[in-house]
């Protein structure tokens, strides 16, 4: 009893709660001239150590240049996202998209944190906008503003124009490689990050809109909730009701679910005039029970003796390797070898994990109890490190054993959509797709490489002086397959881009070709 006091004691000294005026006092301090420089050599000395492919898009003489000018332009203290906005884009000129610095935000007092669960932190974070040639619009009405129309153009929000935030944040984040559809892409998605980031919490927003060479202006704010009148129910929930919430949320642990969507991470339907076309969307690999979720689409694709399964891929930022395997096994026509052994810097480079690096003390003292745990994983990947004639070290870890398809493998016609979005874990199943000849792709570039990335395990580290975080991965990731020029993503058989119009009606050219394509084929 007395040694678990003792170790709590020691848990809440070491990881004691800053409060939040003193955090956001901290955020406003500029920090020192010594300080930031010193920062600048952390993050170039810990690339140097652990990066396994640091120099794959930059030289070595260039990298290096651009850390030694940053360093000496650093003449007068700044705060820490001043300082973010200066080292950011040098991490970001690896060309490696797992590879960031990331700003820090001020944090909110219980009022704010009452105030933005009741409303969002901001009306802008409920808009359904498009970035699209340079521009934003209004893809969908809200209830705050029922006069925005569906198209509108937004010019600005509080005096901040679209192209304003892409200029000041684009930078601060890079592709893999020299591919040319990521940015777009996840700034669409970042955008009301990002205005957040510059603006905080706010409970309305004044936004300038053009829609049909009308420019006026109006005021974004959360919509008004109608207090609902308490009534005891008349008697319990029926037994379809509760078997209907059973299911629900069942669906919900093996599908996997985003609340903010309402949208599950996983499903599977059926089109045509027959059904007999599969459609499975992946929007992350991440949530859900992958493993039960496939055995049981595939079984229903198997029973139905669908034509065509179409793999929607578009916007599917990455997750789990373990996940996309599973996947591929349902896919795969024979034996295969998913990846190639990791490249890692050292036999030890996969100890500087985050273990420890946890945001309250009772985290910590649950790392601490596992600490043993730790340490016999960390001593296995050192003995199964080895190098190579090439004086690069290998991780050889369970992926790269040779797997056999499933017995239930779906035997038809692939076709996998793809675009801007689908990155890391999406580009890697895609890059095994498109190299084995399985899959026809439809859409755009994807914004992974086709020939690898630098993921696997991604410890945060935190800046001494400035206290950003900075994260990258410790394992070159790829698959057998490559292509050439290297530095691009998985490229389209068939390419198609959504326009501004079908947006706007939810159409979707991208399924709707391949839904024409299969018809052609079935006559």
Known sequence: MRIGVVLLSFIVVMCGCVSVETFN??????????????????????????????????SKQELDRKFDSLKTSIVSP????????RISPVVASVRQGHTRVFPLTRRLTKMEMVKARKNGASPVMKLHLGWMDHRLYLLKTTASDTTLKPGSEILSLDSITPQQLFAKYAPTFASDGFNTTFHDCLFNKKFASYFYYETGVRDSVLCKVSNGGVVRSVWLKPPERQKKKQEKPL??????????KRVFEHQKKVQGYDALTGEFSKNLRFMGQDSSVAVLTVKDFVKGKYKRF?????????SVQARALVLDLRDNTGGDLS????????????????????VVTSKTSLWHDDYFNVSSPSQFALRVLGTPGWLVYNTFTTLITHKKTDGRYYFYYPPIWQKHPKTNRFKGKVYVLINGCSFSAS????????????ALFVGEETGGAYNGCVAGQMPSFTLPGSKLKMSFGLLEVATPYASNPDGRGVMPDVPVVPTLDDRLKSTDPELKWVMDDVDKQGK
């Open 25 to 58: 006092r901290q955020l406003r301090t500029p920090k020192s001239v010594k300080a930031l420089r010193s920062d600048v050599d952390f993050v170039h000395h810990k690339l140097e150590m652990l990066h396994p492919s640091l120099y794959r898009y930059i």
């Open 78 to 85: 700044m705060t820490s996202n001043e300082f973010f906005f």
């Open 235 to 244: 008697s319990s929930p029926s037994e379809t009701e509760k078997q209907k």
């Open 294 to 302: 496939y055995a049981d689409s595939f079984r229903k694709i198997d």
């Open 323 to 342: 996940d996309i395997q599973c996947l591929y096994s349902y896919l795969a026509e024979n034996n295969f070898r998913f990846v190639k052994p990791a």
């Open 427 to 438: 580009s890697i199943i895609s890059a095994n797709l498109k190299g084995s000849g399985r």
